[in-house]
């Protein structure tokens, strides 16, 4: 069974400044996909970014992009010009591409902080 | 665009009963995902259901059953409720035969058990 791992429980950055969430996980397959969602105080799962195993290239979108490390099974997630808006609980997941297999599995989530 | 109805958005029960919750999916998904997510947690998969047939199965407890209707809606059924059942239910909606699709997430119902 895969498995996802933050290690960071709490994060906290100053406004505009950058930070990196960090996400590993375990699976045995080749092909997959990783997601971070985002979860502000209303609850509302929000998608951030995704990367397809199979694509070397890091996804970007504005100010979210990732280090995606294959080899590592590493995941991190980089912020950048951090704004108020951004603070949120962070999930890292994984998603098998396995028939019937496609449920996402979550990280415990890293609380991000913002500072003005 | 049209996302995830998820229905009713807050639902309190008195313990041993029983509740229903409700999942709209977005038009044309084929796939619906329940998970919990208790205070403090990370979501658990509960169920998923393609094509109105059960796909895969998690950590759903035997008093929960779920189905997906012939309009693919679906519903979570959950019997002999407890405290320990409060939690946040989401369902989430893909489309399995476009493999690049992401789930989309409802905003969730609250569930709390007293």
């Known amino acids: 069974a895969q498995t996802v791992t933050q290690s960071q429980p709490e994060m906290s950055v100053q406004e505009a400044e950058t930070v990196t969430l960090s996400c590993t996980y375990d699976t045995s397959e080749s092909d997959y996909y990783l997601f971070w969602y985002k979860q502000p105080p209303s609850r509302q799962m929000i998608l951030v970014i995704r990367q397809e195993a199979y694509k070397q290239q890091n996804a970007t979108e504005n100010r979210f992009s990732v280090n995606f490390q294959k080899a590592a099974k590493s995941f991190s997630l980089k912020i950048s010009d951090s704004q108020l808006g951004d603070a949120a609980m962070y999930f890292c997941?994984?998603?098998?591409?396995?028939?019937?297999?496609?449920?996402?599995?979550f990280g415990k989530g890293t609380k991000l902080t913002v500072n003005p | 665009a049209a996302g995830v109805i998820q229905s009713p958005r807050h639902l309190i029960k008195e313990k041993r009963e029983t509740a229903t919750l409700k999942c709209y999916p977005i038009?044309?998904?084929?796939?619906v995902y329940w998970y919990q997510q208790g205070p403090g947690q990370d979501p658990q998969f509960l169920i998923s259901?393609?094509?109105?047939?059960?796909?895969d199965k998690g950590s759903i407890p035997d008093r929960f059953s779920a189905q997906q209707f012939s309009d693919y809606h679906s519903e979570l059924n959950m019997s002999s409720l407890e405290l320990g059942d409060s939690a946040l239910y989401f369902c989430?909606?893909?489309?399995?035969?476009?493999?690049?699709?992401?789930?989309?997430f409802g905003q969730g119902t609250r569930l709390t058990v007293v």
């Open positions: 997941a994984y998603r098998s591409l396995q028939g019937g297999s496609e449920k996402l599995v």
């Open positions: 259901f393609y094509e109105k047939m059960q796909s």
């Open positions: 989430a909606s893909s489309m399995r035969t476009v493999l690049n699709t992401e789930a989309f």
């Open positions: 038009p044309r998904h084929d796939t």
